[in-house]
């Protein structure tokens, strides 16, 4: 398994800290950061604190990450990081979060997929929760369907019978996303949202997403999948 750096700043308007980790691309298990002075996690080091931003930043491919609660698994923030050296403040507001003594930071990376196919994730939220989906090595051109990040499981498997909210998507550096196609169970297309370009990509507007789209309200079957289609290049 390939494993890569990773850095989080989380704070307020009169303090921050910073949080680091190398940890395993595509899984959260085991990829929770630590303080990078006193070597804590979040909720050990500034329980009780209010969080109004996280800046999230990775070395190469992609990354998603999330703060929850060890015990319950609640989760009170989650988006996605930049490649380093790509922060930008006005995208990395959140919350504002009260941190939970049971809190840690947890990410989960991508590698960056070789020749001509592209990595990627998306937050999808529906009215059942929000959800990290990944499509593996998408080929360039081919609608590929996105499946949960932990249980590998279809748009229509995990979300059958709720509504779907939001769809925001991160295609590794350098790649674009084309389209992301909502498709029932007899392979009908029931909504096409288009995608761009992210980071120092031309005419990206957005160093995090390649598609932010809120205000869905597309009732989920079973069967259903949401593809990705993605280009490797400019």
Not at 85 to 101: A, D, F, H, L, T
Request: charged share 15%.
């Amino acid at each position: 398994m390939s494993t890569q750096g990773v850095e989080i700043t989380v704070g307020n308007t009169t303090m921050s800290k910073v949080f680091t980790d190398t940890s395993t691309d595509n899984q959260w298990s085991g990829n929770v950061l630590t303080d990078s002075i006193a070597g804590q996690s979040l909720g050990i080091l500034i329980p009780n604190a209010m969080l109004t931003f996280a800046q999230a930043g990775y070395n190469s491919g992609g990354m998603a990450y999330r703060i929850q609660n060890a015990q319950t698994l609640q989760v009170t923030a989650r988006g996605f990081g930049v490649l380093n050296g790509q922060y930008c403040m006005s995208e990395s507001n959140i919350g504002p979060v009260r941190v939970s003594p049971n809190d840690i930071l947890t990410v989960y990376p991508i590698p960056a997929a070789a020749g001509a196919a592209s990595n990627a994730i998306a937050w999808v939220e529906t009215t059942k929760g929000t959800e990290l989906m990944k499509a593996v090595e998408a080929d360039d051109g081919a609608a590929v369907a996105l499946t949960t990040a932990i249980n590998n499981q279809s748009l229509g498997d995990a979300f059958f019978n709720s509504m779907l909210r939001s769809v925001k998507v991160q295609v590794q550096d350098g790649h674009s996303l084309t389209q992301v196609q909502v498709v029932d169970e007899m392979g009908g297309i029931v909504m096409t949202l288009q995608g761009g370009f992210r980071g120092a990509s031309t005419s990206s507007q957005s160093n995090e997403y390649n598609l932010y789209s809120t205000g869905l309200g597309i009732a989920i079957g079973k069967g259903w999948s949401l593809k990705v289609v993605c280009k490797s290049d400019e």
